[in-house]
């Protein structure tokens, strides 16, 4: 069964490719880019006047991790991401881990921002910003994405489009204006050096800014979609990464720098539009302009929060890590809906549970940093596999900082900055354990739920438990380069592989 299973998978329809340069950096953007909307407020109302640098050292390993996925990504794009990365540099078990622990991101990634749009679209009306009724308008998004994804590709990456666009304008207007006529570098100072929290709590606050950074794996999730990712993903997600970084860290300063952190923390579920509406001379308009703006891009990333789960799932099942079922894609859009629906329905409980807490933004970002850290401590691991175990790999971007390493075949670059990463994420990891207590908790469940699904289903199948399945990983790379028309990459591929049965 096994065998007639791996052939079957090897014969399954693979993605369409429609996204260029701008749908790429708008994929990933509509998560990231969206993310400050959501992670000002929860940052701020943990690290208190201290969020600006909360966020600049986690935007740190946020750089670290973006440099390796776009090294990965331009050199393996296919669906699948992470995951597809830990597999080939660490195994099949330690690739579905991190597959999972991305789900359970994804999956929040979606319960959080559709809370978030809700959040914004009752600036407009406080009086619905009640658990019952904002339980109702979460529910309402999730299940318009729902709709939105099963269509396709095409049109949930215009909507990213459309809507980043816009957003990117707005929110340099309101840095500009705010830097030059409201910010005030006295309260700047005593808001770093007074209220700054005890230990404890900015390093919560340090973990809570993980969620300020998400769009880099949509982008990866994307590759087997993007025209000529060798050229396309390193453009895109490196200058995505300082964008994003930039925007982060500009939020959080001028916040703190016009109102102080208390206001924005008790305004958690609108604090970009409620710091807008403070602005001298384009406070009046920039205010409600920025909630609607704010609605709409943080829905985009609740969307692609649907597009990188469901299409997790399809990859994760083409891999033989989960059922062949996942894979199934629908007969006229071509997309994963089995998935889609499966888990949007994970999704509604998230947010009726989350709903019910004391804190529904508090209580989701808990869960999804431990989700985050696990998965980008694996990919960052696989990495550095990767550069010692496959070199032959063409890599149209190298993560910077290398140094000469003489192995049994051949002589590597050895990425020193890619070590910072490992060390940087198990850090964080260490962190989350010690400072979200619910994400241990859910983390660990969620972790067990699907090692109870894989080892059903590998032991049913008769595949290795927890040794990896033997693939053919060199035609593997050749297929992907040539359906993604990387001819010079793939000529290159071939003449490091000559040269290597040569002995060179």
């Excluded at 749009?117 to 318009?144: D, H, R």
């Excluded at 399945?469 to 790379?477: L, P």
Aim: net charge neutral.
């Amino acid at each position: 069964m096994a065998a007639d299973e791996l052939s079957k998978g090897e014969q399954m329809p693979s993605l369409r490719r429609a996204v260029g340069i701008w749908g790429s950096f708008t994929w990933g953007y509509a998560d990231v880019g969206a993310d400050i909307y959501m992670a000002l407020g929860l940052v701020i109302f943990a690290a208190h006047g201290a969020a600006p640098l909360a966020l600049l050292v986690t935007g740190s390993l946020y750089v670290l991790i973006g440099l390796v996925y776009t090294e990965l990504a331009a050199s393996y794009p296919v669906a699948g991401g992470g995951h597809y990365y830990t597999l080939r540099g660490l195994g099949d078990f330690w690739g579905f881990v991190a597959g999972w622990s991305f789900l359970l991101d994804f999956t929040i990634d979606v319960s959080i921002f559709a809370y978030s749009s809700a959040g914004y679209f009752n600036f407009f009306f406080p009086s619905l910003q009640k658990k019952f009724t904002w339980i109702i308008e979460a529910l309402i998004i999730v299940f318009s994405l729902v709709i939105i994804n099963i269509r396709g590709v095409r049109e949930s990456s215009k909507v990213n489009e459309i809507f980043c666009a816009v957003d990117m304008f707005n929110e340099t207007l309101i840095i500009l204006i705010g830097f030059i006529l409201a910010f005030k570098p006295e309260l700047f100072i005593h808001q770093i050096t007074q209220e700054f929290p005890g230990l404890k709590q900015f390093l919560k606050g340090m973990t809570y800014a993980v969620t300020a950074f998400v769009g880099l794996e949509s982008i990866s999730q994307a590759a087997e979609e993007t025209i000529r990712p060798a050229s396309v993903i390193p453009r895109t997600s490196i200058s995505l990464t300082f964008v994003v970084l930039l925007y982060a860290v500009a939020f959080s300063s001028l916040g703190v720098g016009i109102l102080g952190w208390q206001p924005l923390a008790e305004h958690m579920s609108d604090p970009i539009a409620y710091l807008a509406k403070f602005l001298p001379i384009i406070g009046f308009i920039a205010g409600p302009f920025t909630a609607i703006l704010g609605c709409t891009l943080v829905y985009a990333s609740a969307n692609t929060g649907v597009m990188g789960y469901s299409r997790v799932t399809y990859s994760m099942s083409k891999l033989h890590l989960l059922p062949r079922w996942f894979s199934g894609t629908h007969p006229r859009y071509r997309t994963p809906h089995r998935t889609i629906l499966l888990f949007s329905a994970v999704v509604v409980i998230q947010v009726i549970m989350a709903g019910l807490s004391e804190n529904a933004l508090a209580t989701l970002a808990d869960m999804y940093a431990f989700g985050a850290i696990t998965a980008y401590t694996l990919v960052a691991i696989s990495h550095l596999r990767l550069r010692l175990t496959d070199p032959y790999t063409p890599r149209p971007y190298k993560v910077p900082g290398n140094i000469k390493v003489r192995t049994r075949e051949r002589t590597v670059d050895f990425p020193l900055l890619g070590i910072l990463a490992i060390l940087g994420a198990s850090f964080y990891f260490v962190l989350v354990l010690w400072t979200h207590h619910f994400a241990k908790i859910y983390g660990s469940l969620w972790l067990l739920l699907g090692l109870i699904v894989y080892f059903i289903y590998r032991k049913k199948n008769n595949l290795p438990l927890l040794k990896s399945i033997e693939r053919d990983w060199i035609g593997e790379q050749m297929r992907v380069l040539k359906e993604a028309g990387e001819v010079e990459n793939l000529e290159e591929y071939i003449k490091a592989l000559e040269g290597r049965n040569e002995g060179k």
